[in-house]
Structures are given as structure tokens and as C-alpha cells.
């Protein structure tokens, strides 16, 4: 652990300032902050908008014993599972990345968990993938989910082709990630023999209106487990986990179109990722697009107006 973010009200903010003055620490200057002392291996900033930043090999000692007992009043650190013991429950979490990202694959992935995996999933430090902006840390954090004893996983990369295929099937994202969704969780059905205890739900972001949307899509081994669907899902472990595999896939494919094409294939959808699509239709044409790309998104045509009469 080697940062740790809290919101502090000034009284606390007070209380703490008063600690770290009679420590060795150094004050020092940093921007937007009432204050920031350092020491070797830590550093501990307040800022205007009241939020605390502990960053270096220090951040948990520092947390454990010094700013819950006395600045919080209240240990937390380490004891989050116990405050929500829904999270120790068996269950499956799933979860999806390239959603958004023009390039690319569409990646949805799962994983089951019980309290011995998810102890160990926290342990690790798995989190939202989207608050992880490092690759490497993403690829990291997916080892060790799969490395995990007893955590059940499975990946169903949707590539560009069959994406589009779907697309112009379906004529709805929420149809395919509803599709996507279901085969992961009939995958990792096929592997209930493994599971100790069974799962008792399955658990995704709520990405469509109507709850039914993956019922639908499940066959009848599926349709036997309860779906809870719901608003950030991300902070189930379970999901986390599953967002941090699903990621991991999606990055790796990336990576190998760019190599396939050669040509850097930005993540997102932005005025880079235009630039990209158009030099990619000027090296490639039309028909290798639907390889690498989403069809169906604005940029498509974006970048063909962009471009111009356009052969191939």
C-alpha cells in the first residue's frame, strides 16, 4: 500500500497538523494545498478541498496507527470485508471493458469468489479497473486474480468482426454486452463442480434499462441464478475483479492489432483516436477497418468525412 486518500474536516485537519508537527517531518510547499509534511518514505498532504493525501512505503502504518485511531476515531483499514459481509458471500461478479473504445475488442469477463478468494482478491489491492490508469499495474493485478487459489475466471473476447457482425444484427450494444454477459456466466457455470459453495447470485452493472435484458440471454442453468444488477457495481469485489480481467484481455488485443496493423491504436474515442482512424483508412481502406474498429461508433464517419472519397 503506498497511497491512501480521506476526507477530513478541519477540526481533523487540525488534529493531525498538531501530530506531524511534533514528528520529524518536513513541511514543505505544495500547490492547492493548507498544507504538506514529508519524511523519508511518506508524505502526507491536506488539501483546500478537505482531501487527505498519505502517498509512500509508509501509507499504512501511518493510516493503522495514527490517522484512524487518532484523527478518524474509527479503524477501517483491513477491516473493510468485515463492514460488508455481502462481499465474503459466494457469489460471481462480471463486468466488461472496450465498451467506449473505438479500437479494439469488446472484452466481457467473470470471476467466482467466495471468503477465501475475496480476502485474497483485497489483499492483492484489486479495485475498479477504471481507477487504475497503469497497463502494467492492470496485467499485474490480472496475474494475481487468476493465480488466486479457487478463483474461477472466464474471458469472452468479442472481436472487431464478430462485433460489427453483431451489431448489424442486433442493432444494440446493450443486446451483445447482454450476450457477452451470459456467456461468461453459462462459462463459468460449466465449472460449478469447483465451487465451494456454490455461487448464490451473479452480480453486473446495471448497463440496461430492463433488468431482463441478460435474463434473456441465459440458458436454463442461468436462468436458476439469481441477477443483481445494479449502479457501480464496481465496488463488489467480485465485479472488480472481473473489470481488472476483462481490461487486462482488452489491452493485450489492442496491443496486438497495433502490431497487426502497424499503427498506434489509441484507447477512447478523441481527436487522437480520429487521427488514428484516418491514417488507418489511408494505409488499410474501409473493409480492414472493421477489423480493428467499432463500426457503429460517430467516428467511423467522422474520419470518413475527415478523409474524403475514400477507395477500398
Wanted: proline share 5%; with cysteine; aromatic share 6%.
Amino acid at each position: 500500500m503506498t497511497s491512501h486518500t480521506a476526507k477530513l474536516t478541519p477540526e481533523q485537519a487540525e488534529t493531525l497538523r498538531g501530530i506531524l508537527t511534533k514528528r520529524e517531518f518536513d513541511a514543505s510547499d505544495v500547490p492547492h494545498a493548507v498544507y504538506s509534511f514529508k519524511r523519508p518514505g511518506l508524505s502526507v498532504t491536506w488539501y483546500e478541498s478537505g482531501k487527505l493525501l498519505a502517498q509512500g512505503k509508509g501509507t499504512r502504518e501511518f493510516v493503522e496507527f495514527t490517522l484512524e485511531p487518532k484523527v478518524l476515531g474509527q479503524a477501517i483499514l483491513g477491516y473493510e470485508l468485515e463492514m460488508q459481509p455481502e462481499q465474503l458471500e459466494p457469489r460471481l461478479g462480471v463486468d466488461e471493458s472496450g465498451k467506449g473504445d473505438f479500437f479494439g475488442p469488446l472484452v466481457v469477463a467473470g470471476v467466482y469468489v467466495n471468503e477465501p478468494i475475496s480476502r485474497a482478491l483485497h489483499e492483492l489491492g484489486v479495485k475498479d479497473s477504471k481507477a487504475i490508469s497503469s497497463d502494467k499495474k492492470i496485467a499485474n493485478l490480472a496475474k494475481g486474480i487468476r493465480e488466486s487459489p479457487g478463483c474461477i475466471h472466464s474471458v469472452v473476447p468479442i472481436g472487431n468482426a464478430t462485433y460489427n457482425r453483431l451489431h448489424q444484427k442486433m442493432r444494440n450494444v446493450n443486446k451483445i454486452l447482454a450476450w457477452g454477459h451470459a456467456r461468461v456466466i453459462e462459462n463459468l457455470l460449466g465449472q460449478r463442480h469447483r465451487m465451494e459453495p456454490p455461487p448464490l447470485r451473479a452480480v453486473s452493472d446495471q448497463f440496461a434499462r430492463n433488468k431482463a435484458t441478460v435474463k434473456s440471454a441465459l440458458m436454463e442453468e442461468g436462468r436458476q441464478l439469481e441477477l443483481v444488477q445494479m449502479h457501480k457495481a464496481e465496488s463488489d469485489i467480485a465485479v472488480a475483479a472481473a473489470s481488472i480481467l476483462a481490461r487486462a484481455a482488452f489491452v493485450e488485443r489492442l496491443a496486438a492489432l497495433a502490431r497487426e496493423f502497424g499503427l498506434e491504436l489509441p484507447k477512447g474515442a478523441s481527436s487522437r483516436v480520429d487521427a488514428a482512424g484516418v491514417e488507418f483508412l489511408k494505409r488499410h481502406g474501409m473493409k480492414k477497418l472493421g477489423q480493428a474498429a467499432k463500426l457503429h461508433f460517430r467516428t467511423t464517419q467522422k474520419v470518413l468525412t475527415q478523409l474524403g472519397p475514400l477507395n477500398g
